[in-house]
């Protein structure tokens, strides 16, 4: 059945890729004033239309971001000059959970302008444009170039053309559909935290305490329905207030620095600890007293203004234990949709309002509640060892960009053991920390969850041997960074060996720092791969991949642990690993200036991306390509597919294509 699946998805790719010549966008220029005079300034406009569920990448965001964005080159010409850059009318901002951040895209219709200078009126205004259109289908995307030519008298405009580069119009770059942080998922994880903050000690008490303020202050059923709307809306409104003041600092500019930095990592890792001490009861993080009794007695007051201020009462009394909650959840908004922030206040606020309200409206329901006991402080204990846990994967993010080797991938699983084995331990009572009360039974609820919690951790085990952890495939530092793996080490017992680079070639370059996974060896530099592949006659199979790259870990672990996987890279490639985010910077002499964006590219990884986009017009990894020893496209490159058969069939292609030259 599996098998049949795949063939089903390999027919359905080939047909969607080379059925039709794919034009989701038409073009047309156009001058403001077509018979200028000289010196008039006038507007070269360009408009698109865009076909329906397609969108068009525009100018107006980070091009290291990573999708391509649309560009113009005008052919310099005495007839005319450039008054400022090209203008984008009207885009839209996206989240795009891919590349985490925030893109500004067009639907249906683009339109550009550019202000130009006439200094001749026989002027010619020539030039060319690229682009990329997407689908939010299928998250198929292709790039695009073309010519213009605005002539005096004369508007020309050439037949749409794809990208020759690429060697394949049809090129697939998929979306991780199940990315943790998209937006739905985040703002699902945001409304949990609200439920889980409601059962924090500084938090359930409230519920009866505010059911008294509306049920003793007005007795009318209409004034209580009224005012108890009235504050589950007022906590909403603070929270999202909040959020409104930070969304400004975490745009995509942080998205930038958040991937790979390492000054907001550390910051980030250094918060959530902080955090998860707090929870541990080692401190309390409060507000001062002034600002609580200040805005208590304007609770005081009557109307709908007394109602606001007893919301504002609850969000500055629960303070101490909401405000990790809600600070974890303005870290994780870093970096995407303008947004973001606000809409996780909104998601955290309503599942935190709404029991209020509702009890409110319903005080008889106080009668189900359980009672208040030890058990809260149980809740806010295990909300701290997640903290603690999660605050590594900061950490780790920048580990591995500046090649600390702090935190390999061993260490790092041996610490998430020891926080859940500790966890599982408190759950079962064997641990107490101040706040605890003294019991001599464990409930039934406590009993399953440190079940799950050991399981989890009897799950982590194997992975200190080497064990990929397909489950946590890309949320765990890559393979590549742990010292031994006992399961490489079965498995070249058994099988083709991890054998070093053939004595034909060169020892690697970077390979002091950089690492194949799964035992397997390999280049980092372009030109020492296609010297070993002209030595043994081999194809060179290329991975643009990334040290932050979630997908890219996830193809190691699923796809490339496949026994056949490994046994054809080891055995019929010359490998080549090209990151793209390596924050290594290489002797000046090898410094260049691109031709594709006029930026001088100084690191291992600017220069790999740059390679990547001139050279395929792809920016997306993983991204996976054939190359003979003379640097010819061998089969259609691919990306991210978790199929184990469809990625052993684009190698045999590959080196099949090779053998036949």
Same mark, same amino acid.
Request: proline content about 6%.
């Given at each position: ?45 360009? =408009? ?65 302008? /550019? ?48 990208? #020759? ?74 929270? #999202?207030?909040? &959020? ?16 790979? &930095? ?82 996780? +206040? ?52 920048? =580990? /591995? ?77 890559? +393979? ?62 290329? =991975? ?19 026994? /056949? ?55 997306? /990894? ?31 292609? &590959? ?7």
């Amino acid at each position: 059945m599996q098998r049949l699946a795949g063939f089903i998805l390999t027919v359905c790719l080939f047909f969607t890729a080379h059925a039709q010549v794919l034009e989701p966008a038409s073009w047309n220029v156009s001058l403001s004033n077509k018979t200028p005079e000289v010196g008039e300034e006038v507007t070269v406009t360009f =408009d698109v239309r865009i076909d329906p569920n397609w969108y068009l990448y525009s100018t107006d965001f980070d091009p290291d971001l990573g999708p391509m964005v649309t560009e113009f080159e005008f052919t310099p010409h005495e007839s005319f000059e450039l008054v400022g850059e090209v203008v984008p009318v009207n885009p839209k901002r996206k989240y795009d959970s891919l590349w985490e951040g925030e893109v500004s895209i067009f639907y249906e219709k683009a339109q550009f302008k /550019q202000k130009v200078r006439i200094l001749d009126p026989s002027y010619q205004i020539n030039g060319t444009y690229s682009y990329q259109v997407c689908t939010d289908v299928d998250g198929k995307c292709i790039p695009f170039d073309d010519d213009f030519s605005i002539q005096a008298q004369k508007t020309k405009k050439k037949s749409p053309t794809t990208d #020759s580069s690429t060697g394949d119009q049809g090129l697939l770059n998929q979306r991780d559909s199940n990315d943790p942080y998209s937006l739905l998922s985040f703002m699902l994880v945001a409304f949990l935290a609200g439920l889980a903050a409601l059962l924090t000690p500084c938090v359930f008490p409230m519920i009866p305490m505010t059911v008294t303020f509306f049920t003793g202050k007005d007795n009318h059923k209409k004034g209580r329905y009224v005012n108890s709307l009235f504050y589950g809306f007022s906590i909403i409104l603070i929270y #999202s207030l909040i &959020g409104l003041v930070l969304a400004p600092f975490m745009g995509p500019e942080t998205a930038n620095d958040l991937a790979t &930095g390492w000054i907001p990592n550390l910051i980030f890792f250094t918060v959530f600890v902080v955090f998860a001490l707090s929870f541990f009861g080692l401190f309390e993080i409060t507000l001062p007293h002034k600002w609580v009794n200040s805005v208590d007695a304007m609770g005081d007051k009557g109307g709908l203004v007394g109602v606001f201020f007893m919301a504002l009462t609850l969000v500055l009394v629960s303070f101490s234990c909401t405000g990790p909650i809600v600070g974890s959840i303005l870290v994780e908004s870093a970096g995407g949709l303008a947004l973001k922030p606000v809409l996780g +206040m909104i998601a955290f606020s309503a599942a935190f309002a709404v029991p209020f309200t509702l009890f409110a409206l319903f005080p008889n329901w106080l009668n189900s509640l359980p009672k208040s006991g030890g058990w809260l402080n149980s809740v806010k204990v295990v909300l701290g060892f997640i903290e603690l846990a999660l605050a590594f994967k900061f950490l780790s993010i920048a =580990d /591995q960009a500046y090649h600390w080797r702090i935190l390999d991938r061993e260490i790092y699983l041996a610490i998430w053991i020891v926080i859940f084995t500790f966890l599982g331990l408190y759950l079962l009572g064997k641990i107490k920390l101040s706040g605890d009360s003294d019991t001599n039974k464990v409930s039934v609820t406590r009993m399953v969850l440190s079940m799950l919690t050991f399981t989890f951790v009897i799950y982590l085990v194997p992975g200190l041997f080497g064990a990929p952890l397909k489950a946590l495939a890309g949320y765990l530092p890559p +393979m590549s960074t742990h010292d031994f793996s006992l399961v490489d080490a079965i498995r070249s017992s058994g099988g083709s060996p991890a054998q070093p680079v053939n004595e034909q070639c060169e020892e690697p370059l970077y390979d002091d720092f950089l690492h194949w996974p799964h035992g397997l060896q390999g280049y980092f530099d372009y030109e020492q791969a296609l010297a070993c592949a002209k030595a043994t006659n081999k194809p060179v199979f290329i =991975d643009f991949t990334g040290h932050g790259c979630v997908n890219c870990r996830e193809m190691e672990a699923r796809v490339w642990s496949d026994p /056949q996987v490994l046994e054809l890279l080891r055995r019929d490639f010359v490998l080549l690993a090209l990151y793209v985010d390596d924050k290594t910077e290489l002797p000046e002499s090898k410094w260049y200036t691109s031709s594709y964006d006029d930026k001088v590219k100084k690191t291992i990884g600017k220069q790999n991306a740059d390679f990547q986009i001139a050279r395929y017009n792809n920016n997306a /990894q993983p991204f996976y390509v054939i190359v003979s020893p003379e640097g010819d496209l061998l089969t259609k490159p691919t990306a991210y597919d978790l199929n184990v058969d469809n990625f052993v069939s684009f190698l045999k292609k &590959g080196k099949s294509a090779l053998k036949k030259r």
